[in-house]
Nanobody, 129 residues
Framework: EVQLVESGGGLVQAGGSLRLSCAGS????????IGWFRQAPGKEREGVSC????????YYADSVKGRFTISSDNAKNTVYLQMDSLKPDDTAVYYC??????????????????????WGQGTQVTVSS
C-alpha cells in the first residue's frame, strides 16, 4: 500500500516562496506518476503540477507555469514542489498523489487519476496579500 505524507505548507506573504515535499513509501515499479493538486474552499480540485519519475517529463498548469517547479528524488522516494512568487490565489490545501506509470503527467494533472491512485492528507498553503 502506497502512503504519501506532505509537508512544507504554511503562511507566507505574497511574493514569497515555499517548498512542499511529498514523501512516499510502499511504491511499486508501476507507481511512477506523481502529482500535486490543490483545492481552495468552494472550488474544485485543480491539478497544479505532475511528473513522471521514470523519464522526468513534467506538466504545469498555466496558473503556475514559470513560478512553480516540480522535481523528484527517486533515491529518497520524495517529490518536491518549489513555489516562488506566490500569490493570494495560490491559497489552498495542497495534496500529493501517486498514480500508475501509464498515465502521463498531462493527463494525470488533468484529472485522469486512477482507482489505484494514492493520496496524501494535504498541507495548507496560505498566501497573504
Amino acid at each position: 500500500e502506497v502512503q504519501l505524507v506532505e509537508s512544507g505548507g504554511g503562511l507566507v506573504q505574497a511574493g514569497g516562496s515555499l517548498r512542499l515535499s511529498c514523501a512516499g513509501s510502499g511504491f511499486t515499479s508501476d507507481d511512477g506518476t506523481i502529482g500535486w493538486f490543490r483545492q481552495a474552499p468552494g472550488k474544485e480540485r485543480e491539478g497544479v503540477s505532475c511528473i513522471s519519475t521514470s523519464d522526468g517529463v513534467t506538466y504545469y498548469a498555466d496558473s503556475v507555469k514559470g513560478r512553480f517547479t516540480i522535481s523528484s528524488d527517486n533515491a529518497k522516494n520524495t517529490v518536491y514542489l518549489q513555489m516562488d512568487s506566490l500569490k493570494p490565489d495560490d491559497t489552498a490545501v495542497y495534496y500529493c498523489s501517486a498514480g500508475p506509470n501509464f498515465i502521463t503527467p498531462y493527463f494525470y494533472c488533468s484529472g485522469y487519476t486512477s482507482q489505484r491512485s494514492s493520496w496524501g492528507q494535504g498541507t495548507q498553503v496560505t498566501v497573504s496579500s
